[in-house]
């Protein structure tokens, strides 16, 4: 394994950490190892098995995920929802509580109410710390939020949660699929463990179904003895494409910024645009949160026609921005909330959630952006 010390910067660490060098050709990049049986006594005496989550491709991108999130270790799943479904079944039990955060991402949510209740854990929601601090109860075991968040790009002082947590013995997760540990490091603010999609940005090339959990040793440890139970593992060929995408991650990430950035202010002068949601606007509501506890503001956002009904043709006009499902590849890619995520929501419960039907969301690639804004500047023209 390539060392490394907490002094390197980001863009270092995504091309050099957790690389296993390959002693015997020489190879500067990490091979494939597809098996599933090593032999034993082995140097880290070791029960090797991909199951075990310890195989040496798992491994790479566990280490350097551990590195990037500045944790102490990780696992590498087969999924977000795995990574997400594991750390909630290892610290919960029947008659615990756990809070989350009001506005999570559809696939947790849809876990939370049918598996958890299922299993006699009981659920809270809320939106700030001082909210999360009145809803906590003597059984209340975790604490989950998710900043900057889908699809308003709503944002949580990580520091106040993490203070919370530590005070009341609660472990506290943080979703940071959309801001990506180049734009935002939730541990070192307090949080106790970093769950992430890694099928959108640390991939990035929308061709990888992937998860990741990021922590201290104990905690990773402890998810570990659930995670061999659970078996959401990813196979070495998957790990050795995410190491791959994750060497550009830093590359990547500061042009997603540069590009939303860009394309944010452009829809905010727009006259066919009446709201635009993206936490680098100083109009933003969190904006200052984000300024504080972000280095970049990320590649997503969203915003609102200012006439609804013209939402569909504005999705047929676009020509190089792709209507599609998922985010945080390198394509720009827009979908409609009230059509896909929160489709399952009522029209009462979407307008509490602030999902209008005229809100787009939009995944900004890294393509230029004057090809961006033009595309967009001419599908508005209505
Ligand atoms: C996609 C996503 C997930 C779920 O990840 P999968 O890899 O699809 O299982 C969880 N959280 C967020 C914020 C996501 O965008």
Known sequence: MNDQTPTHGPAT?????????????????????????????????????????NVPNQRVVATKMAALEKGEDALVFGSGMAAISTVLFAYLKPGDHALFQADLYGGTHHFIVTELSAFGIEVGFAATPAEFESALRPNTRVLYVESPSNPLLRCVDLAAVGK????????????????????????????????????????????????????????????AEYAVNHGGTLDAHACYQLERGLKTLALRVGRHNENAGRLATFLQDHPAVSRVNYPGLTRHPDHE?????????????????????????????????TPALSLGGVETLVCLPSQTSHRSMSCEERQRAGISPGLVRVSVGIEDIEDLLEDFDQALKF
């Open 13 to 53: 660490i995504c091309v050099h950490a957790g690389t296993h060098l390959d002693k015997h050709t020489g190879g500067i990049g990490s091979p494939i190892f597809p098996c599933t049986s090593y032999a034993y006594p082995n140097p880290a005496n070791e029960n090797i098995y991909p199951r075990y989550f």
């Open 164 to 223: 919370l947590s530590r005070e009341h013995g609660v472990l506290s997760v943080i979703d940071n699929t959309f801001a990506t540990p180049i734009n935002q490091n939730p541990i070192p603010l307090g949080i106790d463990a970093v769950v992430h999609s890694a099928t959108k940005y640390l991939n990035g090339h929308t061709d990888v179904n992937a998860g990741v959990v990021i922590s201290s040793r104990p905690v990773v440890r402890k998810v």
């Open 289 to 321: 949160i984000a300024s504080r506890q972000m280095r970049g503001f990320g590649g997503m956002l969203s915003f609102e026609l200012g006439e609804p009904a013209r939402v569909d043709e504005l999705l047929r006009r676009l020509r190089l921005a």
